[in-house]
């Protein structure tokens, strides 16, 4: 959720820009993979929020875009390295779709998550779940089941990453 702070502060949607695409390179750099999470909504946003929040959320979405086709071309470097016969099985691979899983970056959608939402949701204790800016606990397990989901297909013994010092 990073980026979240940085817009109710009034920082705009550059200053996180900046730094989810560094972070993001420099897992990249060590091997490890990561998700990219757009922000959810808060119910009850003033205009300028809601104007960053667009912004950054479409600035993931195309960061994510933008990172794995890099580390494509890159991989292809390699491959052009190789040899070509490599290179056309990693091709019939991805044609089948056998690329999934295998990306730098994966995408959880998260912005629908309080989008809509009129009022609070009151938790079994008669109290408000959330405050109309902070996600409430359906809304957590609703984050934690988009990012499972996403996780699950690079829990695999194909998708291990091994440790730069291993």
């Not at 994510?64 to 071309?73: I, P, Q, T």
């Not at 970056?105 to 405050?131: A, C, I, N, W, Y």
Request: net charge negative.
């Amino acid at each position: 959720l990073g980026g979240t702070n940085d817009i109710g502060m009034r920082l705009g949607a550059e200053v996180p820009q900046r730094n989810l695409e560094s972070m993001h390179r420099l897992c990249h750099e060590r091997g490890v993979r990561t998700l990219a999470l757009t922000l959810p909504f808060c119910t009850a946003p003033p205009p300028w929020w809601v104007k960053a929040h667009d912004e950054l959320n479409e600035f993931i979405a195309g960061m994510v875009l933008r990172l794995n086709g890099e580390a494509r071309a890159a991989e292809a470097d390699e491959e052009g390295r190789h040899g070509r016969q490599e290179e056309v099985t990693r091709s019939e691979a991805a044609s089948k779709g056998e690329h999934e899983g295998r990306e730098k970056v994966t995408l959880v959608q998260l912005g629908d998550v309080l989008r809509g939402r009129e009022k609070p949701l009151t938790g079994s204790d008669g109290m408000p779940e959330h405050d109309r800016l902070h996600p409430g606990s359906a809304d957590y397990d609703e984050i934690a089941r988009r990012c499972l989901h996403a996780l699950l297909p690079l829990l695999t013994p194909t998708a291990a990453v091994t440790h730069p010092s291993a």
